[in-house]
């Protein structure tokens, strides 16, 4: 089994900054991807990525760590969200790849 812990979430305010960070674990052969989604209250969850938050975010990743980590710079209320890590993943050498998600961290950007 694989686990994704996500960390650093919390009530920031406008123009504040914040960073996720997301640990997998398990019986893990490789990941094949990581990265984070969000999803707003009444909304569909989206990829989050350094172009659709218009260079404020910025994702790096600690193979060694298996870690993925979520800059998030010059915070919005719109960036408010649950945000999840994602992983694909191998459990052994030449099998497929499964897709696991973290449980969410919430983000609140408020004045």
């Known amino acids: 089994q694989v686990q994704l812990v996500e960390s650093g979430g919390g009530l920031v305010q406008p123009g504040g900054s914040l960073r996720l960070s997301c640990a997998a674990s398990g019986s893990i052969f490789s990941i094949n991807a990581m990265g984070w989604y969000r999803q707003a209250p009444g909304k569909q969850r989206e990829l989050v990525t350094t172009i659709t938050s218009g260079g404020r975010f910025t994702i790096s990743r600690d193979n060694a760590e298996n870690t993925v980590y979520l800059q998030m710079n010059n915070l919005k209320p719109e960036d408010t969200a649950v945000y999840y890590c994602?992983?694909?993943?191998?459990?052994?050498?030449?099998?497929?790849?499964?897709?696991?998600w973290g449980q969410g961290t919430q983000v609140t950007v408020s004045s």
């Open positions: 994602n992983a694909l993943v191998k459990l052994r050498v030449g099998g497929p790849s499964y897709n696991y």
